[in-house]
């Protein structure tokens, strides 16, 4: 298998305790992009909810990060990191939308990746893969349970607690995947 991925549905309630369960693993989260071809350190919080995707990784991995550059439509220059490259677990979530749906956040990560001029694909650190599978099975373990949203919302996902809560007294419809 060359990737591994769970969606899910989580609040951004939950995000403050998966902030400190991240910390406690001393995993930190990168913003996906960058200013200055040097990564940007970020907390799971109200503010980043509005960013929609993070990088998790742990301290020692960030310094081996390589920066690729794009030139904006705004003319400005930005900054980031090869996803498929680099050794990180990528974490995706939003907000609720405007008109009340809830869309999945996911876990998501690379095993090895194709590269092109090699014409070969490369197997990742196996330090790092790993790792990503036991933070992977780890997180499904501590924040996530299987429930029935039924048929019109999907069925049968993993989800938090607490986005069972709030479905149940109405807040929100979820979307699809």
Same mark, same amino acid.
Request: proline content about 5%; hydrophobic content about 35%.
């Given at each position: 298998? *060359?990737? /591994?991925?769970?969606?899910? !549905?989580?609040?951004?309630? #939950?995000?403050?305790? &998966?902030? +400190?369960?991240?910390? @406690?693993?001393?995993?930190?989260?990168?913003?996906?992009?960058?200013?200055?071809?040097?990564?940007?350190?970020?907390?799971?919080?109200?503010?980043?909810?509005?960013?929609?995707?993070v990088?998790?990784?742990?301290?020692?991995?960030?310094?081996?990060?390589?920066?690729?550059s794009?030139? *904006?439509? /705004?003319?400005?220059?930005? !900054?980031y990191?090869?996803? #498929?490259?680099?050794? &990180?677990? +990528?974490?995706?979530? @939003?907000?609720?939308?405007?008109?009340?749906?809830?869309?999945?956040?996911?876990?998501y990560?690379?095993?090895?990746?194709?590269?092109?001029?090699?014409?070969?694909?490369?197997?990742?650190d196996?330090?790092?893969?790993?790792?990503?599978?036991?933070?992977?099975?780890?997180?499904?373990?501590?924040?996530?349970v299987?429930?029935?949203?039924?048929?019109?919302?999907?069925?049968i996902?993993?989800?938090?607690?607490?986005v069972?809560?709030?479905?149940?007294?109405?807040?929100?419809?979820?979307?699809?995947?």
């Open positions: 298998m *060359l990737s /591994s991925q769970i969606n899910f !549905y989580v609040l951004p309630e #939950d995000l403050l305790g &998966i902030q +400190q369960w991240l910390e @406690e693993r001393d995993i930190v989260c990168v913003k996906t992009y960058s200013f200055d071809a040097n990564p940007i350190i970020a907390k799971l919080n109200a503010e980043l909810l509005n960013y929609g995707q990088y998790l990784t742990l301290p020692k991995w960030i310094e081996l990060f390589e920066y690729k794009c030139l *904006l439509p /705004s003319g400005e220059l930005t !900054y990191v090869d996803f #498929d490259k680099e050794l &990180i677990i +990528q974490f995706d979530f @939003e907000k609720i939308t405007k008109d009340q749906l809830l869309p999945p956040s996911r876990f990560f690379t095993k090895q990746y194709f590269d092109r001029p090699a014409w070969d694909f490369i197997k990742k196996e330090e790092y893969v790993k790792w990503a599978m036991k933070i992977y099975r780890d997180f499904k373990k501590r924040f996530l299987k429930y029935d949203f039924g048929p019109d919302n999907f069925g996902n993993y989800t938090t607690p607490t069972i809560e709030h479905f149940e007294r109405g807040e929100f419809k979820l979307r699809g995947h």
